[in-house]
């Protein structure tokens, strides 16, 4: 049924909540709605878990009075309550002295009674739970003694010393990030960073272009390479040069300096326009068509692979459905940060059920595609102690900017996301689950991640929000390989992949599981797997010479001979896209 302009019904709905997701970070209210009422239904009938609630609070506060009598008299004496290792608000000496550290213990206090109080609830669902305790977390942390001016000892003591100058100095920066942030502009800082000049500045040729890809050869920079080219598959929900970012810390820079050919995939940044574009072309257009161009310029050789993040689910699935239909060319896999399970997908899950997948599935029917600015807001919140607290504090109460980083001018630079190929990303692989129940269709058929039996190289890093260790290992007991060398390496999600040799703090732990040898669970993995110092991509650039052949002579730039003319000089336009 249509009404008088024409229009359904549900698009009425749908365009209801395009409008309301601009004041929402694009997150569904109704799915909020319906886990907090879940808790609080549950909580109701729940005399026991309210009663057990009531005495550890009654618990607590004694204990925080106590501390409050001796904590006055005595700075070193023990706090009552300890924040989470990821928590370094209260770190500081200036939260030892009293009043500070009174105020301090009493908001954890509160924090933890919540954390109780939202856990562990009979008959709740894991995911409402998790949904509650995480929202109720980020409320609280808006009134985390450490946010306000007469509540921190070090934004006292800097304000004493500079006669107030940093409060100033805040609120021009405050200014300047709203301006910007009204406009689109990119952040303070972002135009020392230059895409083609210092950094994304690796050399080399566009030579191919799709409507979705442009696929770079990078210019050799030794006399001979390895005979087995290399494609890296970049995730496309950000721009691909975070793996060619300043020479320092540029890892298409370091694989030619060590003698590879190097091939990477830079995706096209979509609009309205490809709303249509579904997650199958991104293996047809964008890793197959990579493989066929490849192939033609370093012909009859295996091609080691590399895919990151969702460039690593795209080329995961690619691999599969090669395997499937016999395909042989591809000579390795390596995945980076890539969890092709996600059943257990961390935090991320929070913002991923039936309802808030409609609500995001609204948004871009009405606008084509997703701007991942109207999603940055909720990645913050994961970590928003780091990502949003502790800017303010260090921005606008000590106004003391931190300087921009290239990896930080990077993750500013944002992509869009079509239509049809998100959907069905969430759906199908989120949701559903998918790929990992043999579901997945691709090409007209399923496909099985068991039947690739290439050498696999898998790499996942500790503190990741967004593919959680844990689910990244997942892969070895969904393949039984040849051989599946895994990785787990400290830093981030983005961190602790740019990680150059000889950078700062860098750490891994790395075994190989041969196929028919015994599984083993990633705690017990973890707990004897020794820990090595450096960087990871020392021992995996080991592990891709082993499993190349000899040198030979660099290949062209390009295959003119057959229609493939170099086009322009990397970085390529797709980059440029806005």
Known sequence: MKTTDGLDFDDIDRIYHAWESNFTLSISPRSLAIAFYSWALHMMVLPGKRTELLMELSTKFSRYCDYLGYAYENREYPHCFTPTSQDRRFRGPEWNKWPFNAMAQGFLMVESFWQSSTTNVHGLSCHHENVVSFM????????????????????????????????????????????????????VGEEDFRVGENIAATPGKVIFRNRLIELIQYSPATGQVYAEPLLIVPAWIMKYYILDLSPRNSLAGYLVEKGYTVFMISW???????RDICLDDYRTLGVMAALEVISSVVPERKIHTLGYCIGGNILSIAAAAMARDDDDRIGSVTLLTTQNDF????????????????????????????????????????????LIWSRYIQDYLLGQRRPLSDLMAWNADTTRMPYRMHSQYLRS????????????????????????????????TLRDHVAPWRSVYKFLFQNNAEEITFVLCSGGHNAGIVSEPGGHARSFRMSTRKAGEKHIDPDSWLEKTPEQIGSWWT?????????????????????????????????????YGQ
């Open 136 to 187: 109720i977390r980020q409320f609280l942390d808006i009134f985390a003694p450490s946010n306000f001016i007469a509540t921190n000892p070090e934004v006292l003591a800097r304000t004493r010393e500079q006669s107030g100058a940093n409060l100033a100095r805040g609120w021009f920066n405050f200014l300047s990030d709203f301006k910007r942030a009204l406009f689109r502009e990119k952040p």
């Open 268 to 274: 096209k940044n979509p609009d309205s326009e490809d």
């Open 343 to 386: 059943t257990e997908a961390g935090e991320l899950m929070l913002f991923i059920d039936e309802c808030q997948v409609t609500y995001l599935e609204d948004i871009m029917w009405y606008m084509g595609c997703l701007d991942t600015r109207q999603m940055s807001g909720a990645f913050q919140l994961l970590r928003s102690n780091d």
């Open 429 to 460: 692989l989120f949701l559903d689950n998918d790929l990992a129940t043999g579901r997945y269709i691709a090409g007209g058929r399923p496909i099985f991640l068991s039947d690739i039996k290439g050498p696999i190289f898998l790499v996942a």
């Open 539 to 575: 021992p995996w650039e080991r592990w891709l010479a082993k499993r190349s052949s000899s040198l030979v002579d660099p290949p062209p730039m390009g295959a003119p001979d057959k229609g493939l003319q170099p086009l322009c000089d990397a970085p390529g336009t797709y980059v």
